[in-house]
C-alpha cells in the first residue's frame, strides 16, 4: 500500500509539473503576441499568469506540509527543497514574460525599428532551456539538466548580440529610441527565464545526486549532511 508521504509527495510534484505548463504558456504568447504583433496574444500572458500565482501558494503549501506533518528522509528531504525552489523559478519565469509582454505591447503600438530575427532565436532557445529542465526533472535526467546548462551561454551571447545590434539602430534612427529601449528590455526578460531554467537544471542535478553546482564545489557540504 502507497504511503500517504508518497502520494502527498507525488500531488506536489505533479502540481508543479501543471504549473511548469501554465508557465510555458506564458512564454509562447509572449513571443507569438511579439513576432505576430497580435495584443490579444500578449494580454493572454496576464490571464495565464494569476493561474501561475495560484499554483505557486498551493505548490508551497503542499510542501510545507510535507515538512511540518512527515520527517522525509535525505532523498526525499532534498527533492522536497528542490520543487520549492523550483517553484519559485517558475513562477518567476511567469513575471518575466508579463514583463515582455507590457515591452512588446509599447513596441508593436509603434514603427517597428528593425526586422526581428536574433531575438526570436533567443525566445526560441530560452524555451527549450524551460521545456529541458522541466523534463530533466520529471524523468531524474541528469545529463538532460547538464545539457540546460551548456545552453544558457548561447542564449546570453544573443542577448550581447540583440543589444549591439539595437544600439546600432537607435544611432541610426534616434526618433525610433523607445522601440529600441522596448527591444533591450525583452531580451534582458528572455535572458532571465534562461537564467531561471539553468536555476532548474541545477535543482534537478541537486535532488538526484545531493551536489550543489551552483558555485562549483562549494555545496560539497551541503551533500554530506543530506546524504547521511
Known amino acids: ?61 503542499a510542501c510545507v506540509k510535507l515538512l511540518a506533518l512527515q520527517q522525509p528522509l535525505a532523498a526525499d528531504l532534498r527533492l522536497i527543497v528542490a520543487i520549492l525552489k523550483i517553484n519559485t523559478d517558475l513562477e518567476r519565469m511567469a513575471d518575466q514574460a508579463v514583463n515582455i509582454a507590457q515591452n ?37 535526467d541528469l545529463k538532460l539538466a547538464r545539457d540546460v546548462l551548456k545552453r544558457d551561454e548561447q542564449v546570453d551571447l544573443l542577448k550581447t548580440q540583440i543589444f549591439v545590434d539595437v544600439l546600432h539602430h537607435m544611432k541610426a534612427s534616434p526618433e525610433k529610441i523607445e522601440q529600441g529601449l ?21 535543482d534537478v542535478i541537486y535532488a538526484i545526486t545531493g551536489e550543489d553546482v551552483r558555485h562549483g564545489s562549494r555545496g560539497a557540504g551541503l551533500k554530506e549532511a543530506f546524504t547521511k
Open 104 to 140: 512588446s505591447e509599447r513596441y508593436i503600438s509603434c514603427e517597428p525599428l528593425k526586422p526581428l530575427i536574433d531575438l526570436p532565436m533567443m525566445f526560441r532557445e530560452a524555451k527549450l532551456m524551460v521545456r529541458e529542465a522541466i523534463d530533466a526533472f520529471v524523468k531524474r
Open 1 to 61: 500500500m502507497e504511503r500517504h508521504f508518497d502520494a502527498a509527495l507525488r500531488e506536489a510534484k505533479q502540481l508543479l509539473i501543471g504549473m511548469a505548463g501554465y508557465v510555458e504558456t506564458t512564454i509562447d504568447s509572449a513571443m507569438e503576441g511579439l513576432e505576430g504583433r497580435n495584443v490579444a496574444k500578449l494580454r493572454h500572458v496576464y490571464e495565464v499568469e494569476k493561474t501561475v500565482n495560484q499554483d505557486h501558494i498551493a505548490v508551497d503549501d
Open 182 to 202: 522596448s527591444l533591450i528590455l525583452i531580451a534582458r526578460n528572455v535572458e532571465r527565464i534562461g537564467d531561471h531554467a539553468t536555476n532548474i537544471a541545477e
